[in-house]
């Protein structure tokens, strides 16, 4: 009969070597159990202000630049890739 172990904590920490080019963005995040992270995310999209963001979600900071809709969409095509 297979069993489901407990998967250990992982943390920032724990990853040797750092994957190179990677390490840039892997030192940018807290040194928190991934479990954790992944709840403190799920708090902070749960309060973001959906009104506000539709006000802004085609704006620029400056002519032809992306919107802020583009900006979102470009952190999670690029989030999605790194997951590969």
Not at 39 to 50: A, K, N, R
Request: proline share 5%; with cysteine; aromatic share 10%.
């Amino acid at each position: 009969m297979f069993t489901l172990n407990e998967p250990e904590p992982m943390k920032r920490s724990h990853i040797h070597p750092l994957p190179e080019y990677y390490d840039r963005y892997i030192l940018l995040a807290d040194d928190i159990e991934v479990a954790d992270a992944f709840q403190e995310s799920i708090h902070l999209i749960d309060t973001i202000d959906h009104d506000r963001l539709h006000q802004l979600a085609d704006k620029t900071y400056a002519a032809g630049k992306w919107t802020v809709k583009d900006i979102l969409q470009h952190l999670s095509d690029i989030e999605r890739i790194h997951c590969y």
